[in-house]
Nanobody, 126 residues
Framework: VQLQASGGGLVQPGGSLRLSCAASGFTRDYYAIGWFRQAPGKEREWVSCINRGDDKTYYTDSVKGRFAMSRENAKNTVTVSLQMNGLKPEDTAVYYC??????????????????WGQGTLVTVSS
């Protein structure tokens, strides 16, 4: 399983960014995919995830209404996007995508994600 995150950058408060995670090397329909982030000096935290089977999404409270996750399936790859609007300085972090073998339509929260991509840095600053 390979995951490649991209799309980070510097944005002003209130701005938007769209992160992408290209996932390959696995049977795409069997996995849930999540986004996590780690701010400087803080522990990694879960941000959002998307179910296997029904693409239902879940978000941590601090990003609800501002972030939106979606999935696009191709023949051998999955691309998962995280649209981030209304960015705040506290959203500054390295963002990681991760995947886990998941139950069909089982909520993707709470899993121990075990496949990780490299991070992409998001900096929200004026």
């Amino acid at each position: 399983v390979q995951l490649q995150a991209s799309g980070g950058g510097l944005v002003q408060p209130g701005g938007s960014l769209r992160l992408s995670c290209a996932a390959s090397g696995f049977t795409r329909d069997y996995y849930a995919i999540g986004w996590f982030r780690q701010a400087p000096g803080k522990e990694r935290e879960w941000v959002s995830c998307i179910n296997r089977g029904d693409d239902k999404t879940y978000y941590t409270d601090s990003v609800k209404g501002r972030f939106a996750m979606s999935r696009e399936n191709a023949k051998n790859t999955v691309t998962v996007s995280l649209q981030m609007n209304g960015l705040k300085p506290e959203d500054t972090a390295v963002y990681y995508c991760a995947s886990v073998l998941a139950g069909y339509r089982r909520p993707c929260v709470g899993y121990e994600y075990n496949y990780w991509g490299q991070g992409t840095l998001v900096t929200v600053s004026s």
